[in-house]
């Protein structure tokens, strides 16, 4: 087994684990400037419609998100 094995497995484990978790993190009152260093680096464990969604939500703000959205929470 490579060290590309590895991390591929690693990585779908990982995935399986989170894949309950995802649904609540909120993901679409994230501000735009932080979507790339925060959560980029981790697009291969989110679902792809997920990434995809919330890209198109982030260029264009007419468009209403796929997945639903949790209501926003005020500090």
């Known amino acids: 087994m490579t060290c590309e094995d590895n991390n591929y497995e690693a ?3 990982l995935k399986e684990t989170l894949n309950e978790l995802i ?3 909120r993901f679409y009152q994230m501000d735009r ?5 925060e959560v980029w680096d981790y697009k ?3 679902p792809n419609d997920l990434i995809k969604d919330i890209l198109h939500c982030y260029l ?11 209501l926003i929470r005020w500090a």
């Open 44 to 46: 291969d464990i989110l």
């Open 33 to 37: 400037k932080d979507f790339i260093p």
């Open 23 to 25: 649904k609540f993190i």
């Open 60 to 70: 264009d703000s007419d468009i209403k998100p796929l997945h639903q959205p949790f």
């Open 11 to 13: 990585i779908k484990i």
